[in-house]
């Protein structure tokens, strides 16, 4: 039995792993695959998957598995779109350019967060996965998305922006 303290858990936690069986010995592992002695509660500070079994005499318990989630703060995409001039329409004229900052939930930024681009219908305009400028490329209606990924710490968060472009 694999027991996490506290799920889910803010900066870290302990797991324990216990089996009823006496004399079993206790194997963990990260992965499946490797698997190590158990002697005392592991620390985890990310979200993990913790395997573990037993082993008494040559025989081999059912492996269990728990996963350790870290609780992360949620983010926010900011779109700023006053770089977009989509007042006139040329196939292949640039419209300026998105760009993002991605804050915590207390608004404060994140600073060097990494926005990706994305865009829905080429038809109507492209836009640079990296530095978010626009190009239109026909008349119809595109939604352009800024993710931001996440990562240890944070929760990863999306934003929309919708552009209309008309001959």
Sequence with gaps: VI???E?????STTATSTCETAGATIKY???GET???YSEALTITSTTTIYAKAEKDGDVSAIASVTAKK?????AVLIDESEITNDAYNI???AGSLSAIVNKDNNEEIVGATVTWSGNNNDVATIDPTTGEVTLTGTGE???TATYAGDDYYEGSTATYPL???N
């Excluded at 799920?7 to 900066?11: E, H, V």
């Design 3 to 5: 027991t996490v303290a």
């Design 7 to 11: 799920k889910p858990f803010q900066s």
């Design 29 to 31: 592992s990260f992965d």
């Design 35 to 37: 698997w190590n002695d």
């Design 71 to 75: 609780k992360l703060v949620e983010t």
């Design 92 to 94: 292949n004229t640039a």
């Design 142 to 144: 595109v939604t352009f």
């Design 164 to 166: 209309t472009v008309v």
